[in-house]
């Protein structure tokens, strides 16, 4: 995973939502397509954009894709900018 991938991927305000979005459970695309209210193919294209940054990760399930949160990129975010803030000296 680079950086840049992952900042790029949470630029986009319908990604941010989507990733909003699949924090309560995994998702269908069809299912996030009808929350963002856009084409399927849409929504297609921000989940490509999404798992090429490893912040989604998919599984199947019968004849559907569920995706769902991949939690250890956002951990690794996080530790990243814990670098940025000060610790208070004791």
């Known amino acids: 995973m ?3 991938e992952t900042f790029q991927a949470l630029s986009d305000p319908a990604r941010r939502e ?3 979005f699949l924090r309560e459970k995994p998702r269908t ?3 996030i397509a009808a929350h963002l209210g856009v084409t399927p193919a849409a929504a297609s294209y921000h989940l490509a954009k999404l798992k090429k940054a ?4 998919e ?3 019968k004849n559907f ?3 769902q949160l991949n939690t250890s990129v ?3 975010i996080l530790l990243w ?3 940025f803030s000060k610790e208070e000296e004791k």
Request: no cysteine; hydrophobic share 40%.
């Open 74 to 76: 956002f951990e690794e």
């Open 59 to 61: 599984s199947r399930r």
């Open 18 to 20: 989507i990733l909003v």
């Open 65 to 67: 894709i569920d995706y």
């Open 81 to 83: 900018f814990q670098q």
């Open 2 to 4: 680079g950086f840049g």
């Open 54 to 57: 490893e912040l989604i990760t």
């Open 29 to 31: 695309a069809g299912e």
